[in-house]
């Protein structure tokens, strides 16, 4: 009688084995009760495309509903007639396809708009290149005609903070180097030298002078004497500039010519704020010879106008906490050096550079970098309009035609970037 029980028990248990044939046969092991069975759940189990609609539908249709119907388990069988009627009704069939169509158009337009962002950020980086590009060339340009410009109107830009050490520049006053020793002889050898040629060119003037005219009263005297005065004055040795050969003096100050002034008026030092110290930062003096004559020279009011005019136009200026303006600083500072070039170039080792500062401002100078603000609405506009350019025409169209500023705004930006 048990075995009998259990016999009816498994064949009740083992309907799910007339789906083994079937496609995703997993989804009918799964269940045990066949009043469970829907074609909606069996469907989703499949997970489904829209293109597999068809495929599934004949699949219930001429292979699941048939096995139902001609099953030998009455549990089974007596869900067929429940699913027929469920299948023929195709309001929630369609429903169903229906939400799988709107998930697939989702996945399809998030696909397209990340290819969309895709395609966008490359040209956005082609174009940035390209205008990095023809900025740096621009800027070079712009930078040559500068120069080009400086040496018409004179020295306007200055450097106020080469490194110079202390040793670099002093005045020999001992006279026993071994170059000067070299010169010295050579500045005989060239004394002799035209002592010679001036005797050998009287003598060539006395032969071809009549033997019985004679030469004024005191004529002679007056060459001798001026021989002599030439060599009573001749160039003192120990007065000549040594470049890195001298130890330095006890006063550990540099000396310098007549003519070169301090970098910075100790007056011009504000008192109250302290921002600065008093100590004076002289300008380096160049001895190439080549240089000399354009350093000399003193500053245009032509060129302070031009270079006062291209300050203004630098943006991004970093504001300490105290108010104190970093490049107001360096501004002030170098606009009274006399050279060639000025760059706002912030050398945290530069020992002449931090007297410019007060600690407070030091301490958050050396703390860190200032984060650099974006450029503004109108060079993104004008960047942004390179994604309409198709054509080497119009490139070079959006090339020419810029706003005012947005030419500088970029050569900065992309300068601070870099």
């Known amino acids: 009688m048990t075995s009998t029980r259990a016999s009816r028990r498994n064949k009740t248990n083992n309907w799910q084995q007339e789906f083994s ?29 829209s293109a597999d609609k068809l495929l599934l ?5 001429n292979v699941v509903l048939p096995i139902i119907e001609k099953s030998k388990n009455r549990a089974l069988k007596a869900q067929y007639k429940r699913l027929k009627n469920e299948w023929e009704d195709t309001v929630a069939t369609e429903s169903f396809w229906e939400k799988i169509e709107d998930v697939e158009f989702e996945r399809a337009q998030k696909r397209i708009e990340r290819k969309h962002q895709i395609s966008l950020e490359e040209n956005a980086a082609d174009q940035l290149q390209s205008a990095f590009i ?23 830009f200055v450097t106020p903070f080469n490194k110079m050490d202390d040793k670099e520049l002093t005045w020999s006053q001992s006279g026993e180097n071994d170059e000067e020793q070299v010169d010295e002889e050579q500045e005989g050898d060239g004394d002799q030298e035209d002592e010679s040629q001036e005797s050998q060119e009287d003598k060539t003037q006395s032969s071809d002078v009549d033997e019985n005219y004679q030469a004024p009263k005191g004529f002679r005297e ?34 310098y010519p007549a003519n070169q002034s301090s970098a910075i008026d100790p007056e011009s030092v504000d008192k109250d704020t302290g921002s600065r110290d008093k100590s004076k930062i002289h300008e380096p003096v160049d001895t190439d010879p080549k240089m000399k004559h354009r350093i000399t020279r003193p500053l245009t009011e032509k060129g ?4 006062s005019e291209r300050y203004k136009r630098l943006g991004g200026k970093w504001v300490l906490q ?13 606009s009274k050096i006399s050279c060639d070039t000025y760059r706002f170039m912030l050398d945290l080792d530069d020992p002449s550079v931090k007297r410019l500062f007060s600690l407070e401002d030091w301490k958050e100078i050396t703390a860190g970098l200032p984060s650099q603000e974006m450029y503004s609405d109108a060079a993104a506009i004008y960047l942004d309009s390179f994604c309409k350019v198709k054509t080497s025409e119009e490139l070079d169209k959006a090339l020419r035609i810029r706003p005012d500023d947005v030419e500088c705004q970029l050569i900065y930006y992309c300068l601070v970037q870099w």
């Open 222 to 255: 007056s060459i001798r004497d001026h021989r002599e005065h030439k060599k009573g004055h001749a160039r003192p040795t120990n007065s000549r500039p040594s470049i890195n050969r001298l130890p330095q003096p006890e006063s550990s100050q540099t000396v």
């Open 57 to 61: 539908h004949r699949h219930w249709s």
């Open 322 to 334: 105290s108010g104190t303006v970093v490049e107001d600083i360096l501004f002030e500072a170098g």
């Open 304 to 307: 302070r106008r031009s270079f």
């Open 134 to 156: 023809y900025l740096t060339k621009k800027m070079k340009q712009h930078h040559k005609k500068l120069t080009d410009d400086l040496d018409d109107v004179g020295p306007t």
């Open 21 to 49: 044939g079937v496609n995703n046969h997993e989804y009918f092991d799964e269940l045990t009760d066949p009043r469970d069975i829907t074609h909606l759940q069996y469907f989703e189990y499949c997970f489904p495309r």
